[in-house]
T-cell receptor, first 111, second 113 residues
Framework: AQSVSQHNHHVILSEAASLELGCNYS??????LFWYVQYPGQHLQLLLK??????LVKGIKGFEAEFIKSKFSFNLRKPSVQWSDTAEYFC?????????FGTGTRLQVFP | DGGITQSPKYLFRKEGQNVTLSCEQN?????MYWYRQDPGQGLRLIYY???????QKGDIAEGYSVSREKKESFPLTVTSAQKNPTAFYLC????????????FGPGTRLTVL
């Protein structure tokens, strides 16, 4: 079965810093990949997803992720973070009829 | 107002009692899921259901039970057999086999005293 690794458990940045959160999945073939975000006190919501095509995926709020098949990776990036990006971020991969989530990365952005 | 409703937001129970968490959706989605979220462990799948009257165990089904008698509803019962029931429980839905994303409810925080 698929598995997902998120190596950054807690990231602390200042506003305007660049962000990259790592995500690796366990095996190849056709993969469907997702990044979800959970803002404090809010529902988990989709940031972006990759199914096929252009490996550089644009999401909401200026986030993007790059699918690199050779590295089994789907890292999340943002060029300049804001205080409002403080949240928990989850990477997920589709495994037959369900999603497998990583353990999450808690991002804190200070003004 | 379409969406997923989970009630209550906070729930307290005494150890040894069964408790049922509610999940209702009006998105007309076929599939529904229950996850448990613990700090540092991400979301772990408890049970899921692709259609009415059918459901499958997820990775951590022990101590939990579900039913899917209606398309709109997927209640989760946390039984007294669950050794560590205090957690944040999330319900999610997807719209069929070739789904594009999962939609999540607001969650229920269960505390067992």
């Amino acid at each position: 079965a698929q598995s997902v690794s998120q190596h950054n458990h807690h990231v602390i940045l200042s506003e305007a810093a660049s962000l990259e959160l790592g995500c690796n999945y366990s095996y190849g073939g056709t993969v469907n990949l997702f990044w979800y975000v959970q803002y404090p006190g809010q529902h988990l919501q989709l940031l972006l997803k990759y199914f096929s095509g252009d490996p550089l995926v644009k999401g909401i709020k200026g986030f993007e992720a790059e699918f690199i098949k050779s590295k089994f990776s789907f890292n999340l990036r943002k060029p300049s973070v804001q205080w409002s990006d403080t949240a928990e971020y989850f990477c997920a991969v589709k495994d037959t009829d369900k999603l497998i989530f990583g353990t999450g990365t808690r991002l804190q952005v200070f003004p | 107002d379409g969406g997923i409703t989970q009630s209550p937001k906070y729930l307290f129970r005494k150890e040894g009692q069964n408790v049922t968490l509610s999940c209702e959706q009006n998105l007309n989605h076929d599939a529904m899921y229950w996850y448990r979220q613990d700090p540092g462990q991400g979301l772990r799948l408890i049970y899921y259901s692709q259609i009415v009257n059918d459901f499958q165990k997820g990775d951590i089904a022990e101590g939990y039970s579900v039913s899917r008698e209606k398309k709109e509803s997927f209640p989760l019962t946390v039984t007294s057999a669950q050794k560590n029931p205090t957690a944040f429980y999330l319900c999610a839905t997807t719209g069929g086999i070739a789904y594009n994303e999962q939609f999540f409810g607001p969650g229920t925080r269960l505390t067992v005293l």
